[in-house]
C-alpha cells in the first residue's frame, strides 16, 4: 500500500533537546532521495514545538530575506507557523543535498522566491552553484498541522484540511460558487449533512492540491473551470460517502472550461492523517518515464520536529489511505 523504503523506520540517530536547548545542533541525518513516482510528506504539529531556543535556532537557519518575511508577521501563532514551514522546506532540501553530495548545506544558502501565480519555488538563479538535486516541493498548514511535499522532477501539490473545519453556510450553497455542476451532483446525493460536510472538504483540498501543481493557484485556475471526478472501481460505488466503498475509488480531473490550462495528466492521493485531517496530494506524471501513466502514487509520510525527531508513520494507524495509493 505504501512504499516500502522507509516503512514504519525511526531514524536510529535521531536526538532530542533538553529543556535548555543546546544551540550546537547534531548534524543532519540524510535522506535517500525519493524514486520516481514517489512522494515524500513531512508534517509537524505546531504545538509539539514549544522551546523558545529551538525556534530561535529555526530562525537562524533561514537566509536575512526569508527571516525578514518571518518576523514581518505580528500575531505570534501565525508568525510560529511561517517559520515552521520555512525550516520545514530549507531542511528537507538540505537532507536532500546531503544524500546526493555527502557534505553538509548551509541551510541559509538556499533563497526562495515565488512565480507569478504566487506558488513558492526555489531561486536557481541565487542557488544554482550548489548543484542542489532536481526537488519539487509544496506547503501546506492549518492552524494545527504543516506538511510538506517532496517530489523529484514532478511539480506537486498539497492541501490540508481539518476534518472539524466548519462551513458557514449552506454547503451546497457555497459548493454552487466554486464547485462544477457534476461535484454539486455528487454533494446533492449525499443525505447525511456530517458525510456531506466530509466529502466537501475532500473534494476541496483535492482541488487545491490540484491548482497548486499546476503552479497556478485559484486566481488563474478558477475551481468551476474543472471537476474532480470519484470513479468507480471493481469494490464498490464511485461515491465516496456512501458506506459500502471504503477505499474503492480513484480520483481523477475532467477540465471543462479552459483544458489548454487544466492538465489531465496528474495523479492523485487522498488520506486522512491522525484522525484529524485530510490530506490531499497531486503529482504531475512524468510523461518521459514511460510504463508510469496508470501508476498510482508511492507515498512515504514522516512525522517530524527538525533536529530532534524523524518518525516514519507510513503504514501506521496515524495514516488512513483514501484514494490513489501504491
Known amino acids: 500500500m505504501f512504499s516500502s523504503l522507509h516503512r514504519a523506520r525511526t531514524r536510529t540517530n535521531m536526538h532530542f533537546f533538553p529543556r535548555s536547548f543546546a544551540t550546537a545542533a547534531s548534524p543532519l541525518v540524510p535522506m535517500q532521495l525519493p524514486s520516481k513516482m514517489e512522494t515524500h510528506i513531512w508534517y509537524i504539529l505546531p504545538d509539539e514545538v514549544k522551546n523558545k531556543d529551538l525556534q ?15 518576523m ?16 520545514l522546506l530549507c531542511l528537507n532540501y538540505a537532507i536532500f543535498f546531503l544524500d546526493v553530495s555527502h557534505c553538509q548545506i548551509d541551510p541559509q544558502a538556499l533563497m526562495f522566491k515565488k512565480n507569478m501565480f504566487g506558488k513558492p519555488e526555489l531561486d536557481l538563479r541565487i542557488s544554482s552553484e550548489l548543484c542542489l538535486p532536481p526537488l519539487q516541493f509544496n506547503i501546506s498548514h492549518s492552524s494545527s498541522l504543516i506538511a510538506c511535499g517532496v517530489t523529484m522532477n514532478s511539480p506537486i501539490g498539497i ?32 443525505s447525511d ?50 458506506e459500502t466503498n471504503e477505499k474503492a475509488y480513484e480520483v481523477s480531473v475532467e477540465p471543462r472550461d479552459d483544458p489548454e490550462n487544466c492538465s489531465r495528466n496528474v495523479t492523485f492521493a487522498l488520506m486522512e492523517l491522525l484522525g484529524s485531517h485530510y490530506v490531499a496530494v497531486c503529482m504531475k506524471k512524468d510523461v518521459n518515464i514511460r510504463g508510469t501513466a496508470s501508476l498510482p502514487m508511492k507515498l512515504d509520510v514522516w512525522r517530524t520536529i527538525p533536529y530532534v525527531e524523524d518518525e516514519c508513520v507510513s503504514g501506521t494507524e496515524a495514516v488512513l489511505p483514501i484514494s490513489g495509493f501504491a
Open 56 to 70: 530561535n535556532h529555526y530562525l537562524n537557519l533561514l537566509s536575512p530575506n526569508e527571516k525578514v518575511n518571518v
Open 72 to 87: 514581518k508577521i505580528q500575531e505570534g501563532e501565525l508568525q510560529k507557523r511561517a517559520l515552521l514551514a520555512r525550516a
Open 159 to 190: 492541501d490540508v484540511e481539518e476534518k472539524t473545519r466548519k462551513i458557514k453556510n449552506n454547503i451546497i450553497a457555497f459548493a454552487k460558487r466554486f464547485f462544477s455542476p457534476n461535484e454539486i451532483e455528487v454533494l446533492s446525493a449525499i
Open 193 to 242: 449533512p456530517e458525510i456531506q460536510r466530509q466529502e466537501f472538504i475532500k473534494l476541496w483540498t483535492l482541488k487545491e492540491a490540484y491548482v497548486k501543481a499546476l503552479g497556478r493557484g485559484f486566481s488563474a485556475t478558477p475551481f468551476k473551470t474543472f471537476t474532480i471526478r470519484f470513479n468507480r472501481t471493481a469494490r464498490g460505488s464511485c461515491l465516496p460517502g456512501c
